[in-house]
């Protein structure tokens, strides 16, 4: 399988492996796994700045090219330490049609099928948000009569 590698050093330096350990992790999974390690993106700490979101961008750069087949992180605290945010990015990245791998052994069932009751509501909010929209994406196939409008003539004068 061609896979990417996504490594988010933590906001604190005394938090979290550092980038270059999280990268030996993937190295390594992919290696014992026998998958092709395409790319690497970072998102590392620069003093005196936030810690943004540009190697994540790459990574969703390198995704649209269709080479990866999946996204692997050392631990899916580099997506997030937040388990919100986590459910989120994993969301957004299965929906562009790609597999999230982790080489920690702790995550394997928070990537299955069985995660906690918190990350399935989250899991079900995100789905139940993705059809909505879906939904109102969808071109109206009307007919006379379908729709009904009335403009408060007071009101109405403002809406021109």
Do not use: K
């Not at 909505?132 to 408060?152: F, K, M, N, Q």
């Amino acid at each position: 399988m061609r896979i990417v590698g996504y490594v988010r050093e933590a906001s604190d330096p005394e938090e979290g492996p550092t980038a270059f350990a999280q990268h030996e992790e993937i190295r390594r999974y992919a290696t014992r796994h026998g998958h092709a390690l395409i790319a690497v993106c970072q998102d590392a700490r620069t003093p005196g700045h936030p810690l943004g979101r540009t190697g994540y961008r790459s990574l969703l750069g390198v995704l649209a090219t269709g080479e990866a087949e999946a996204v692997i992180v050392a631990a899916l605290e580099a997506l997030s330490g937040d388990m919100i945010v986590q459910e989120i990015l994993l969301w957004d990245l299965r929906a562009r049609g790609v597999s999230v791998l982790s080489a920690s052994a702790d995550d394997q069932a928070v990537l299955g099928a069985g995660p906690d009751p918190t990350r399935m509501l989250i899991r079900d909010v995100l789905s139940r948000v993705s059809e909505h929209a879906e939904e109102l994406r969808r071109p109206v196939a009307s007919t006379p009569g379908d729709v009904v409008v009335h403009i408060d003539e007071a009101r109405g004068a403002n809406l021109a």
